[in-house]
């Protein structure tokens, strides 16, 4: 079966310091993969999603990338972090050809508060 | 108009009552529609989805669509004190985007 792993799962980090949230995904084969936040009173806002290594499409132009250097692994960076980057970091995964009924599973999730 | 809206709640139903959660779309041309329950602190996590028009059953949950209203809903039928979360309804956009509603906060009252 399908398993997908987010760490850290809670982090505290100060303005302007740097982020590496990662993800993986074990027990399938080229998986799309997402990266969502979900703030304070807000919905689930897509960041990142991603069809194959090294390809990446960006949602929300803000200070944040995504890289996905394996099949099953994505991350997402910063350089420098904003107070409004605190929230829970959501990736998920589905397969099949993009564009068809797949649905979206979960990870665990990374809780990012901002200082 | 929002692409996709639930009534943010709290919906407060007795335990062992039918608990229904509404949901609108904008998108005329969406085909796929997702529903996800995430408790407090964790995921969102899959419960149903349903294409095609109609009812869709599994266990104590309905899905139920009708895509000539844009409306589609959840039924969960014999509410348990465990099915209190928030519920989370997606919908597929014409661009393969996946669009998720701000969540209905649903309330099982022992």
């Known amino acids: 079966s399908q398993t997908i792993h987010q760490w850290p799962a809670t982090l505290v980090q100060p303005v302007g310091s740097p982020l590496s949230l990662e993800c993986t995904v074990e027990?399938?084969?080229?998986?799309?993969l997402y990266w969502y936040r979900q703030a304070a009173g807000r919905g689930l806002q897509l960041l990142f999603y991603?069809?194959?290594?090294?390809?990446i499409s960006s949602e929300v132009p803000q200070n944040l990338s995504a890289s996905r250097p394996q099949d099953r692994q994505f991350i997402l960076s910063s350089k420098k972090l904003l107070l409004s980057d605190s929230g829970f970091y959501l990736c998920?995964?589905?397969?099949?050809?993009?564009?068809?009924?797949?649905?979206?599973?979960f990870g665990p999730g990374t809780r990012l508060t901002v200082l | 108009q929002k692409e996709v809206e639930q009534n943010s709640g709290p919906l407060s139903v007795p335990e062992g009552a039918i608990a229904s959660l509404n949901c609108t779309y904008s998108?005329?041309?969406?085909?796929?529609f997702f529903w996800y329950r995430q408790y407090s602190g964790k995921s969102p996590e899959l419960i149903m989805s349903?294409?095609?028009?109609g009812d869709k059953e599994d266990g104590r949950f309905t899905a139920q669509l009708n895509k000539a209203s844009q409306y589609v809903s959840l039924l969960i039928r014999d509410s348990q004190p465990s099915d209190s979360a928030t519920y989370l309804c997606?919908?597929?956009?014409?661009?393969?985007?996946?669009?998720f509603g701000k969540g209905t906060r649903l309330h099982i009252l022992p």
């Open positions: 998920a995964w589905s397969v099949g050809p993009w564009g068809s009924y797949n649905e979206q599973f």
């Open positions: 027990g399938t084969s080229n998986p799309n």
């Open positions: 991603s069809v194959g290594i090294g390809q």
């Open positions: 998108d005329r041309v969406s085909q796929s």
């Open positions: 349903i294409y095609s028009n």
């Open positions: 997606a919908v597929r956009r014409r661009d393969d985007k996946i669009i």
